[in-house]
């Protein structure tokens, strides 16, 4: 009888092209556990910016919400919080993102959609009605009109007779990866990178706890890129936004304790445990040895995760919960500092409030009864996890290297350099899904039909008429001489050279410019971009 011959087992790579072997040993690793891990809350910080991690405080759970009305929202917030929700994080819809108020012809068939829509400051009071402002942590996924909506509720606060240098929270203010991985953007890259530094410098001076910027991978990676470009591209255009900060005059250590980061958690558990290990070394490398700070929380790499939306399915969504459940697992032993988880719905809808309650739910049984949250860095020391740590650390510092080479990050942004990466590791990935190289369950493999298990939340189409019905009625009221004032004031600090935006832009908003008024006010001056022909 002749004995079955064994077949040879397929290759097996991590979505960044790592080869995965069968078994890790200890010369595997080649860590030197002084030099590369250290001690949580001590450089490198590989084992985690804080000495206990969460055995002192568990990481924010901030849910990112928003859709159709500020009210509605604010109905949804407070649902949240009373749950148990320990940080607010704003979705705002396209028109928002792009400049545009809810009654301009462009926002047509988009208000409310993706998030919620604000104009006006009468839209961000209704957005925070009964929460007061200087007691909560709010993040605020925007970018083109950041300093806008920045603008918005620091005046809000004002208003609700906060002290605005204790306000807590985060705008995410990353432009460049607008221009490659999103498209969200509005006018050309450098008056864009001037407006996000400009923002950077204002809160240096006058909003001390609050995160100016949050560097984004989370975009990056949901554009097709693998863990290592998504660090090494989010690094990239992080050492152009510090660059820009030190021309403009600010000390590293004036404005870096404030940067941080946004990155995306998927499913390949190990390798993203290693992702967020490989970025905080790198990082405390960088601003260390490229810009000599002295301040070690300059050096500390603080990001919030979001699960990944890409990796949700619209075909048995149900299995989402499952999925958002192991990457979250993966931001929380990779050592998150807040964590967004998604809703099983969202690859079909925006989340209804049952979908967004197991979301958090899902955070919170992680915190209290998986143990995970006990130790420091648990998976350190982890022969496979160091040697996945180190060779991610390496492709990313590859990555860095080339982009230094092409003229930093701006320039690799102009010349299609990002895009076309992010392009073709995409295409990798679909067709090994496509050759069922990679299993993704209910959709090449395992496959069941029917329609979802559950109700998607639905939006009154009356939306937009009420919008501008609100909006004429803002406008009608305020003081026009003071609103012309304000928005040629504006004007001419974007004509000037290196002038400031911030202030400018406050003093619109307390005359009840909107956010689309604001935003003209900038095309005018800048032009806006088109990819395939620059400005226009």
Same mark, same amino acid.
């Given at each position: 009888? /002749? ?53 002192? #405080? ?93 603008? /918005? ?221 006990? /130790? ?12 996945? /740590? ?67 939340? #639905? ?63 900038? #095309? ?13």
């Amino acid at each position: 009888m /002749t004995a079955k011959k064994k077949e040879t087992p397929a290759e097996v790579v991590t979505t960044s092209g790592i080869e995965v072997k069968p078994v890790y040993r200890p010369e595997d690793a080649a860590v030197d556990y002084g030099r590369d891990l250290g001690d949580p809350g001590a450089p490198p910080f590989t084992r985690g910016v804080y000495e206990d991690m969460y055995r002192g #405080r568990r990481w924010t759970m901030r849910q990112y919400a928003g859709y159709a009305s500020a009210a509605e929202t604010n109905a949804r917030y407070r649902y949240l919080l009373a749950q148990g929700q320990t940080g607010l994080s704003v979705a705002f819809d396209l028109p928002t993102q792009c400049g545009y108020d809810s009654d301009a012809p462009l926002a047509r068939g988009e208000v409310g959609r993706t998030g919620v829509a604000i104009s006006t400051l009468a839209d961000m009071a209704a957005l925070f009605d009964g929460i007061p402002l200087a007691e909560v942590s709010t993040s605020m996924t925007i970018n083109a009109t950041a300093p806008t909506l920045l603008a /918005t509720y620091v005046v809000l606060a004002q208003r609700q007779g906060a002290d605005t240098a204790k306000l807590r929270g985060t705008v995410q203010n990353d432009i460049l990866k607008e221009f490659f991985a999103r498209g969200n953007y509005i006018y050309p890259p450098a008056p864009s990178l001037r407006l996000a530094t400009d923002l950077i410098r204002y809160c240096a001076a006058n909003l001390p706890a609050w995160n100016s910027i949050s560097i984004s991978g989370y975009h990056i990676r949901e554009a097709g890129a693998s863990a290592a470009q998504e660090v090494a591209f989010t690094f990239a255009d992080a050492i152009a936004y510090v660059e820009a900060a030190l021309e403009a005059g600010l000390d590293v250590d004036d404005f870096a304790p404030r940067l941080s980061f946004f990155f995306g958690a998927h499913n390949n558990l190990l390798e993203e445990v290693a992702k967020f290990r490989a970025a905080r070394r790198i990082w405390c490398r960088l601003m260390a040895e490229r810009f000599g700070a002295k301040n070690p929380r300059s050096m500390t790499l603080r990001f919030h995760t979001q699960t990944a939306g890409c990796t949700l399915t619209a075909q048995e969504p149900a299995n989402n919960v499952v999925r958002v459940a192991l990457q979250a697992l993966a931001a929380v032993l990779g050592g998150t500092q807040s964590l967004h988880t998604n809703s099983r719905d969202e690859a079909l809808a925006l989340p209804s409030e049952e979908s967004a309650l197991i979301a958090l739910r899902t955070q919170q049984i992680l915190a209290h009864e998986s143990g995970v949250a006990e /130790t420091a860095d648990p998976l350190g020391g982890s022969y496979y996890v160091e040697t996945l /740590t180190a060779e991610l650390e390496a492709r990313v510092e590859e990555y860095l290297r080339t982009i230094e080479e092409r003229g930093g990050a701006l320039k690799a942004v102009e010349s299609g350099y990002f895009a076309e990466e992010i392009a073709a590791s995409a295409y990798a990935y679909q067709k090994d899904i496509e050759a069922k190289r990679r299993i993704v369950v209910g959709v090449n493999e395992y496959v069941t039909e029917g329609a979802p298990p559950f109700e998607t939340l #639905r939006l009154d189409p009356a939306l937009e008429r009420a919008r501008a019905a609100e909006l004429a009625s803002y406008r009608e009221k305020r003081d026009r001489a003071k609103w012309e004032e304000a928005l040629a004031a504006l004007g001419e600090a974007a004509a000037a050279e290196g002038a400031p935006l911030m202030e400018p832009t406050l003093a619109a908003v307390e005359a009840e410019a909107t956010v689309g008024e604001i935003s003209d006010t900038l #095309r005018a001056a800048w032009g806006e971009y088109d990819k395939t022909r620059g400005a226009a």
